[in-house]
């Protein structure tokens, strides 16, 4: 069974402060990783996807890869309250060259809260 | 562009009925995924088509169904409706174009079975 581990939470980071997010997962074959942001009530959103090693950037937020570990983080960075949600990540087998392979496995979430 | 739409948004049934979901791709997205999110078991694939075929499947009973049109639209059925089937289903597009062929979630339906 390819499983994806986050930490539940609730994680809790002062506003201003960088708030981390850490994600394991079990497959080694797995090529592509996603975050995606989750408000209450509603579907979940992308924020980022990465597929090599090393740092990925955009604007506040940055995830790291690490496949060696099977280790994938987001960092955001000057945490607002509106970051305040849950967070998820998911993982896409197989290589990224592979047209056929659409299955996304997901993270339970971490939720996160900033506190003003 | 709009983004995916998903018919209806909320849903009462009770047991033994079956129930269809409609979702409708972004523009141009011919890849449609399922899957169902619950509070104990999270977001668990259900399948996903791709040019009105089937092309993975999660591990779901045979009551859980699905169908693609050729305008790229889904839907999904679930027949003799169990309680354990309440959750908010949700759809997925991807452009199918790697290295980019992120999923795009639409806003759900919430099914709820008395």
């Known amino acids: 069974q390819k499983e994806v581990e986050q930490n539940s939470g609730p994680l809790s980071v002062p506003e201003g402060a960088i708030a981390s997010l850490n994600c394991t997962y079990s497959?080694?074959?797995?090529?592509?990783f996603f975050w995606y942001r989750q408000y209450s009530g509603k579907s979940p959103e992308l924020i980022m996807f990465?597929?090599?090693?090393g740092d990925k950037e955009d604007g506040r937020f940055t995830a790291q890869l690490n496949k060696a570990s099977q280790y994938v983080s987001l960092l955001i960075r000057d945490s607002q309250p509106s970051d305040s949600a849950t967070y998820l990540c998911?993982?896409?087998?197989?290589?990224?060259?592979?047209?056929?392979?659409?299955?996304?496995?997901f993270g339970t979430g971490t939720r996160l809260t900033i506190i003003p | 562009k709009a983004g995916v739409t998903q018919t209806p948004r909320y849903l009462i049934k009770t047991r033994g009925q079956q129930v269809t979901l409609s979702c409708s791709p972004i523009?141009?997205?011919?890849?449609v995924s399922w899957y169902q999110q619950t509070p104990g078991q999270g977001l668990q694939f259900l399948f996903e088509?791709?040019?009105?075929?089937?092309?993975n499947k999660g591990n779901f009973p045979g009551r859980f169904s699905g169908r693609q049109f050729s305008n790229s639209r889904s839907e999904m059925n679930v027949s003799t409706l169990e309680l354990g089937d309440s959750a908010l289903y949700l759809c997925?597009?991807?452009?199918?174009?790697?290295?980019?062929?992120?999923?795009?979630f639409g806003p759900g339906t919430r099914l709820t079975v008395l």
């Open positions: 497959d080694r074959g797995s090529q592509s």
């Open positions: 997925a597009s991807s452009s199918d174009r790697v290295p980019t062929d992120t999923q795009y």
């Open positions: 998911a993982v896409r087998e197989g290589a990224i060259s592979n047209f056929g392979n659409e299955k996304l496995t």
């Open positions: 088509y791709f040019s009105e075929t089937q092309r």
């Open positions: 990465i597929y090599s090693n």
């Open positions: 523009s141009g997205h011919r890849s």
